[in-house]
């Protein structure tokens, strides 16, 4: 994968210092804003980038890459990804992939037509603790109730309370609860049970924004309970229980650090099995092997999970009378 990163921001310089560990990934160019090119130039610098760029069209110009990382805010990712799209690059897409349903349909038509790649980077759905949480609520007999706990106390709250509105409290830019924590635990339910019959959405609102919530997924005989917040924190963990046992995620649900399975009769077992310390390493490696292979088969089946995921979120947002972008 030759790669070209479009941003420079937090989750950029996450995800560069893995690269050395994924010798399949070559990047070659770096998107930043005028306003932030001495920083984009330094990260050039340090990890031996060939190109810097503060023009998307000029970058996307290049033959290059192949492969574009769309990391910028949430609000742009719609746009860039649609761009780099069209000049018939493949797109791996930060979460949350789009603020609208409508925006990802149109970037998966779009894909199709190009017959390019087009994948959300989110993380849980690639770690190899998540496989071993699927095939272990497969063993806890008839599944009945699962809590999602992220709750982290934002360090840019105390910040917002005082009036001074950063992107993570934007609803402009697409911040909130949902989008940037919450929206980890919709996706571990998702790979799990799919769609659910009945989306409800309970928040606390300051500013127009949602600093915490609890979104009410309905699935018939399986009742969950995601809770996101970052106006308040709590243990962060996951219980998913069924009527011979539970499984429990520990940490959050975008690591999965370690599950522990507990019997009806109080047995216990830990397993923590992980490829890499990094939790975005299993899902760069893997979407190298994707676009390698130009495996549109996986491509369709991951986008058919964004899609309910999108659904899920654009119901919530509605039910709490936010307005986003």
Same mark, same amino acid.
């Not at 941003?7 to 998107?31: H, N, R, W």
């Not at 949902?178 to 996706?187: K, S």
């Given at each position: 994968?030759?790669?070209?990163?479009?941003?420079?921001?937090?989750?950029?310089? /996450?995800?560069?210092?893995?690269?050395k560990d994924l010798p399949e990934i070559d990047v070659k160019a770096i998107l930043?804003?005028?306003? =932030? $090119?001495?920083?984009? /130039?330094?990260?050039?610098?340090?990890?031996?980038?060939e190109a810097s760029y503060t023009d998307i069209d000029e970058c996307l110009k290049?033959?290059?890459?192949?492969?574009?990382?769309?990391?910028?805010?949430?609000?742009?990712?719609?746009?860039?990804?649609?761009?780099?799209? /069209?000049?018939?690059?493949?797109?791996?897409?930060?979460?949350?992939?789009?603020?609208?349903?409508?925006?990802?349909?149109?970037?998966?038509?779009?894909?199709?037509?190009?017959?390019?790649?087009?994948?959300?980077?989110?993380?849980?759905?690639?770690?190899?603790?998540?496989?071993?949480?699927?095939?272990? =609520? $497969?063993?806890?007999?008839?599944?009945?109730?699962?809590?999602?706990n992220y709750s982290q106390y934002s360090s840019r709250y105390d910040a917002f309370?005082? !009036?001074?509105?950063?992107?993570?409290?934007?609803?402009?830019?697409?911040?909130?609860? %949902?989008?940037?924590?919450?929206?980890?635990?919709?996706? %571990?339910?998702? !790979? %799990?049970?799919?769609?659910?019959?009945?989306?409800?959405?309970?928040?606390?609102?300051?500013?127009?924004?949602?600093? =915490?919530?609890?979104?009410?997924?309905?699935?018939?005989?399986?009742?969950?309970?995601?809770? !996101?917040?970052?106006?308040?924190?709590?243990?962060?963990?996951?219980?998913?229980?069924?009527?011979?046992?539970?499984?429990?995620?520990?940490?959050?649900?975008?690591?999965?650090?370690?599950?522990?399975?507990?019997?009806?009769?109080? /047995?216990?077992?830990?397993?923590?099995?992980?490829?890499?310390?990094?939790?975005?390493?299993?899902?760069?490696?893997?979407? =190298?092997?994707?676009?390698?292979?130009?495996?549109?088969?996986?491509?369709?089946? $991951? %986008?058919?999970?964004?899609?309910?995921?999108?659904?899920?979120?654009?119901?919530?947002?509605?039910?709490?009378?936010?307005?986003?972008?």
């Amino acid at each position: 994968m030759k790669l070209a990163i479009f941003g420079s921001g937090k989750i950029v310089q /996450e995800f560069l210092p893995i690269t050395k560990d994924l010798p399949e990934i070559d990047v070659k160019a770096i998107l930043g804003t005028k306003r =932030s $090119q001495e920083k984009t /130039e330094k990260i050039q610098a340090e990890y031996g980038i060939e190109a810097s760029y503060t023009d998307i069209d000029e970058c996307l110009k290049s033959d290059a890459f192949d492969t574009v990382y769309v990391a910028v805010p949430n609000h742009l990712h719609y746009g860039f990804a649609k761009k780099a799209l /069209e000049a018939g690059k493949h797109v791996i897409c930060e979460k949350p992939f789009t603020l609208k349903h409508a925006e990802l349909l149109d970037l998966e038509q779009l894909a199709l037509k190009k017959d390019v790649v087009l994948v959300e980077a989110i993380t849980n759905q690639y770690l190899v603790n998540y496989q071993g949480i699927k095939e272990a =609520s $497969q063993k806890i007999g008839k599944l009945k109730i699962i809590e999602c706990n992220y709750s982290q106390y934002s360090s840019r709250y105390d910040a917002f309370k005082e !009036g001074t509105i950063l992107p993570a409290f934007n609803p402009k830019m697409g911040g909130g609860a %949902l989008m940037d924590i919450n929206i980890y635990n919709i996706h %571990l339910v998702v !790979g %799990l049970l799919g769609k659910p019959k009945h989306v409800q959405y309970y928040a606390n609102i300051e500013r127009a924004i949602d600093t =915490s919530g609890m979104l009410i997924l309905d699935y018939g005989d399986v009742k969950v309970v995601c809770i !996101g917040a970052k106006d308040s924190e709590a243990t962060i963990r996951s219980t998913i229980q069924g009527t011979e046992g539970s499984v429990v995620v520990n940490g959050p649900t975008n690591t999965l650090d370690s599950y522990t399975t507990e019997s009806l009769s109080g /047995e216990k077992e830990t397993f923590d099995h992980k490829d890499h310390p990094h939790r975005m390493y299993d899902e760069f490696k893997l979407f =190298s092997q994707v676009i390698k292979n130009k495996d549109m088969d996986f491509v369709k089946k $991951q %986008l058919e999970h964004s899609k309910i995921v999108m659904e899920i979120v654009e119901a919530s947002i509605n039910d709490a009378g936010i307005v986003l972008g």
